[in-house]
């Protein structure tokens, strides 16, 4: 069994059997219960048929068999409530209704769920960024561009950027789950079989089930689900983007963090000394899990007139995966950050072993106020390859050369390739993905 490794036990739980039936007779209860209130059936019987829809009263592994061989999980599921119905309701269930309407009616009832479950690691993850940006708004370390040491910058304003990409994932989840929509159109999205009465019904139903009451029933018309789908692609690739980082930083060559230690965490069944960063491996691989769902339902997308064959279909498993690799990713992701061990001191010699020449920007800005930009670019950069040559450093160097000399005075140079009096608004930005943060805990 795979799921371990890539999803949580709570996002499992939600897209189990025994749940999606549950969901499916919530639906069905909710249906008895808004036709009732339209004065389409009795009272009594809309009562009957929520007393029958009770999980615990159907033989799962029944349904699943019958459900392969019918196409669809609600035609046997309809049969058996039917049979558990009391007499006086036993007539009025599924009343004007299509399996599709409870197929994706049930699916935006577990996407509710499943989306507070992934928005509570996000949150997780957001507040153990924020935590890390205000530790270490000091903390220097190389910036890397191309994979190449490029500047100094502090870790806090690394750790300030994931948080800005997680508030904005939750942000967009957040905006997602309040627009899930009821699904009711009856069997070719015309609510024929309520006569006058269907757009009541759909009202009154989508408030019984706390969903949005869509403008028309959208069976083929699939750009809710793929918004869905794209939202949480989105989100699992920033996830895998935080993973990378962490995993970059956490190679040997490189050892400026390292995931928390904890028994029987990262070892390797043959090198006695690996330490493996087993969370932000496998959030890497559910995040790419999770685009590849992603790829399959807006791929989807294009339903043959009023309802799809195979397209839709394909939803019942793909958009459920989705679902479980993004918040496998979200789970892995926060578990690692909230426990991330940092080296400033390896940070440190990671900055200063190319003898300054991550300065040589500041250099090349502090000369050009005398000698023009292209000037002074040329004369860092002979000086840098100098410095790189001989293996002094790049103060040593610019101290002995004439022209630089003539500009500068050593107190001056000193000051121009500190690190510390290099970060520009660093600060700054770390203030503004915090504010941001604080907005975010209040929506």
């Known amino acids: 069994m795979t799921e371990p ?16 039936v549950a969901q499916l007779l919530r639906f069905e209860a909710a249906l008895a219960h808004a036709e009732a209130r339209a004065s389409l059936i009795p009272a009594e019987a809309a009562t009957a048929i929520a007393a029958a829809c009770q ?40 009343w004007g209704a299509t399996s599709q309407d409870a197929i994706d009616s049930a699916m935006m009832l577990q996407l509710r769920e499943a989306l507070l479950v992934i928005e509570a690691d996000l949150l997780r993850l957001a507040a153990a960024c924020a935590t890390l940006a205000e530790a270490h708004r000091a903390t220097l370390m190389p910036a890397r561009t191309l994979l190449q040491q490029a500047l100094p910058m ?19 989840l957040r905006a997602q789950r309040a627009q899930l929509s009821l699904q009711f159109g009856g069997a070719a999205g015309t609510l024929a079989a ?4 269907g757009l009541l019904v759909a009202e009154l139903l989508a408030e019984e089930l706390d969903l949005v009451a869509p403008e028309l029933p959208w069976h083929a018309e699939r750009d809710r689900s793929a918004t869905i789908a794209a939202t949480l692609g989105i989100a699992a690739g920033a996830l895998g983007k935080i993973a990378h980082d962490i995993l970059l930083l956490a190679q040997s060559e490189v050892a400026e963090v390292s995931e928390a230690r904890a028994a029987g965490k990262g070892g390797s069944s043959a090198m006695p000394q690996k330490r493996n960063p087993i969370d932000t491996v496998l959030a890497q691989a559910a995040s790419r899990l999770a ?40 789970a892995r992701v926060a578990n690692a950050v909230a426990g991330l061990e940092l080296d400033p001191a390896r940070m440190r010699r990671n900055l200063d072993q190319s003898g300054g020449v991550l300065l040589a920007e ?3 800005m502090a000369l050009a106020q005398q000698l023009g930009r292209p000037e002074a670019q040329q004369l860092v950069q002979t000086l840098c390859a100098r410095a790189l040559a001989t ?20 107190d001056d140079l000193r000051s121009v390739l500190d690190p510390t009096a290099y970060l520009g608004s660093s600060a700054a930005l770390i203030d503004r993905a915090l504010a941001g943060y604080q907005l975010a805990l209040k929506g």
């Open 5 to 20: 490794f890539y999803t949580t036990p709570e996002l499992t739980q939600i897209f189990a059997p025994v749940s999606h």
């Open 55 to 94: 999980v615990e009263q159907y033989d799962l592994e029944a349904l699943y068999q019958d459900a392969a061989h019918a196409g669809t999980l609600v035609i046997p599921l309809v049969r058996a409530l039917t049979a558990h119905v009391a007499a006086p309701g036993r007539s009025y269930v599924h």
């Open 154 to 172: 502090p870790f806090g304003l690394k750790a300030a950027r994931w948080l800005s990409l997680t508030v904005r994932q939750l942000t967009a």
């Open 194 to 197: 309520l006569g006058g009465h």
């Open 291 to 330: 685009l590849g769902q992603v790829s399959i339902l807006l791929g989807a997308m294009a339903h043959e007139h009023e309802r799809a064959a195979g397209s839709w279909q394909l939803e019942w498993q793909a958009l459920p995966d989705l679902v479980r690799y993004t918040g496998g990713a979200a």
């Open 362 to 364: 500041a250099l090349s």
């Open 391 to 410: 293996g002094r450093t790049l103060e040593a160097v610019a101290c002995a050369d004439a022209q630089v000399s003539r500009l500068l005075s050593s």
